[in-house]
């Protein structure tokens, strides 16, 4: 008998999830125009997507709409919104050194390809060497 006040639930064959952003599948979003997409998205991306593109990203759009989907397009245009058309290209962002590949997935709607090709790398210091600090004589050699 369960517990007084517990509910009993059949255990049911967990599935996964269909993505969905702000309500809208996949295929919806798909289907959509630029001005329908803006208002579904978030505020900054429908200012910019109002505001319009420039030279560089319209360009970008161009050659992605041109390209195969098997292609990698590389850019160095890292403003550039991830719209729902992009879903499933391959596309290699500049990051000031080198260009780092990236698949676009359903998840990166709405965000900016910057944000998928960190320009920073994080450096981690060991501990200080012999003589480099006033305890560090005291410390035992190997």
Request: charged fraction near 35%; proline fraction near 4%.
């Amino acid at each position: 008998m369960p517990a007084k006040g517990r509910k009993t639930r059949k255990v049911e064959a967990r599935r996964k999830r269909e993505f969905t952003f702000r309500g809208q599948t996949v295929e919806q979003l798909k289907a959509m125009s630029l001005e329908q997409f803006a208002k579904v998205a978030n505020a900054r991306v429908r200012r910019s997507l109002r505001r319009g593109f420039n030279a560089e990203t319209t360009h970008f759009l161009e050659r992605m709409r041109a390209t195969p989907v098997e292609k990698v397009v590389r850019t160095h245009c890292r403003d550039a919104i991830v719209l729902p058309e992009h879903i499933g290209r391959r596309v290699a962002i500049h990051t000031g050194k080198e260009f780092k590949e990236i698949e676009i997935r359903p998840e990166m709607i709405g965000h900016y390809y910057g944000e998928f090709a960190l320009t920073r790398r994080f450096e981690k210091h060991s501990g200080p060497g012999v003589g480099a600090t006033r305890s560090s004589k005291f410390m035992p050699l190997k």
